[in-house]
């Protein structure tokens, strides 16, 4: 059974305590090693983080001035390592809604509509994997030997994601983990095959350590 792990202001744990957690992202599993023993436990769970952009929260801000030097800006950001942001799927950033804003009704999809989708795409991927000998439930699952099977592409869509991948020099792990999100978001328009507009949307989920940590 998975859980969700939420990091609130993620840069502010020690950088030791964020490292631990790239195995278990990896593997689904953690080893406690001590002197005379060591121990594996199951560690299967959702990682969501929330961080501001710099100490202060105001840069990039369109009502606020930034009071940080560009120092501390990236000693901020350089608590948090390539290696780790690699192994996050989704990276979002998230700007302030204006008060009249949240005032209106009606304007946003609401909840119970988006879980119909939620429920409907996870129905999909129950059938895709009904069978899967190695256990396989959901897209996130996915290992690099079957994810070429599961996630059925387009010509326009491999050349996007390929040509994303040069331009934006993503690792492998990167691509497997766009390419196993463009699959759930096929699943959730209730497409058979991931298109352009699946990848184009899986890419920009990427972008965003580009803009503050490349």
Same mark, same amino acid.
């Given at each position: 059974?998975?859980?969700?792990?939420?990091?609130?202001?993620?840069?502010?744990?020690?950088?030791?305590?964020?490292?631990?957690?790239?195995?278990?992202?990896?593997?689904?599993?953690?080893?406690?090693?001590?002197?005379?023993?060591?121990?594996?436990?199951?560690?299967?769970?959702?990682?969501? &983080?929330?961080?501001?952009? &710099?100490?202060?929260?105001?840069?990039?801000?369109?009502?606020?001035?930034?009071? &940080?030097?560009?120092? !501390?800006?990236?000693?901020?950001?350089?608590?948090?390592?390539?290696?780790?942001?690699?192994?996050?799927?989704?990276?979002?950033?998230?700007?302030?809604?204006?008060?009249?804003?949240?005032?209106?009704?009606?304007?946003?999809?609401?909840?119970?509509?988006?879980?119909?989708?939620?429920? !409907?795409?996870?129905?999909?991927?129950?059938?895709?994997?009904?069978?899967?000998?190695?256990?396989?439930?959901?897209?996130?699952?996915?290992?690099?030997?079957?994810?070429?099977?599961?996630?059925? *592409?387009?010509?326009?869509?491999?050349?996007?994601?390929?040509?994303?991948?040069?331009?934006?020099?993503?690792?492998?792990?990167?691509? *497997?983990?766009?390419?196993?999100?463009?699959?759930?978001?096929?699943?959730? !328009?209730?497409?058979?095959?991931?298109?352009?507009?699946?990848?184009?949307? !899986?890419?920009?989920?990427?972008?965003?350590?580009?803009?503050?940590?490349?």
């Amino acid at each position: 059974m998975a859980g969700v792990l939420f990091l609130d202001e993620l840069p502010e744990y020690r950088r030791d305590v964020l490292e631990a957690l790239r195995q278990p992202l990896e593997d689904g599993f953690v080893t406690i090693a001590r002197v005379n023993a060591q121990s594996t436990y199951p560690a299967n769970f959702v990682l969501v &983080c929330s961080m501001n952009p &710099c100490p202060c929260g105001n840069l990039g801000s369109r009502t606020q001035p930034c009071r &940080c030097t560009q120092a !501390a800006i990236r000693r901020y950001l350089n608590r948090i390592s390539g290696p780790l942001l690699d192994r996050i799927d989704m990276h979002i950033e998230v700007e302030s809604i204006p008060a009249e804003r949240l005032s209106r009704e009606g304007e946003e999809e609401c909840s119970a509509d988006i879980r119909k989708r939620v429920e !409907a795409a996870r129905e999909i991927q129950r059938r895709r994997y009904a069978d899967d000998p190695d256990g396989i439930r959901i897209n996130a699952q996915l290992s690099a030997r079957n994810l070429n099977a599961a996630c059925k *592409t387009s010509d326009e869509a491999h050349q996007l994601l390929l040509l994303s991948c040069e331009r934006l020099k993503l690792s492998n792990r990167a691509y *497997t983990r766009v390419l196993k999100v463009a699959r759930t978001i096929a699943d959730l !328009a209730g497409s058979e095959r991931i298109e352009a507009e699946h990848v184009s949307e !899986a890419v920009q989920y990427r972008t965003l350590d580009r803009k503050y940590w490349g």
